[in-house]
């Protein structure tokens, strides 16, 4: 239960990645390094492992040495593992992007085609209201132009759709 606890309150607080953050940071790994270098000087060179101060010293130096090489090793693995993932997890959010971009790129070419279509038949239905408002007002110029007001329509007024078959 306890464990439960402090587990439960890392990973709200975020605390493990906290600490992995310091441990594979620029600092932490340059003081390592800087171990890696003091423990190497104080267990592998002879000049200084024949002082007498650090004489006692001399072989938990060597084995600091690679010891903390192999932390050196381990935490530059997990920064460089974590930067692909990080990376690979980047690359996937750009693909997805790209994908609703170039979507939303084909929605938009077919509102553009969509609108342009409808403006053709805008125009097209303009161009036959027109026209036949010329007509119609040509019909009425040649009924107002007949010499008698009361003379009924002929046939050829309606060309093609009255058929003169004589019965009348």
């Not at 709200?12 to 171990?35: C, E, F, H, V």
């Not at 107002?144 to 046939?155: D, F, G, S």
């Amino acid at each position: 239960m306890i464990q439960t606890f402090f587990t439960g309150l890392a990973d709200k607080l975020g605390i493990g990645d906290l600490l992995w953050q310091i441990a594979t940071s620029d600092g932490m790994l340059l003081l390592i390094a800087g171990l890696i270098v003091i423990a190497m000087l104080v267990g592998h060179f002879p000049v200084l492992s024949k002082l007498s101060a650090l004489q006692q010293y001399v072989i938990p130096a060597k084995l600091a040495v690679y010891l903390f090489l192999a932390l050196f090793a381990f935490l530059i693995g997990f920064r460089t593992a974590d930067r692909r993932a990080e990376a690979k997890a980047l690359r996937a959010e750009l693909a997805q992007k790209d994908g609703v971009i170039a979507s939303k790129d084909f929605d938009l070419h077919l509102a553009l085609e969509a609108a342009e279509t409808a403006q053709k038949q805008r125009d097209e239905a303009a161009q036959r209201a027109k026209d036949a408002q010329d007509e119609t007002n040509g019909y009425a110029q040649r009924l107002k132009a007949r010499p008698n007001a009361a003379c009924l329509l002929t046939p050829d007024d309606f060309p093609g759709r009255v058929p003169n078959n004589a019965k009348r």
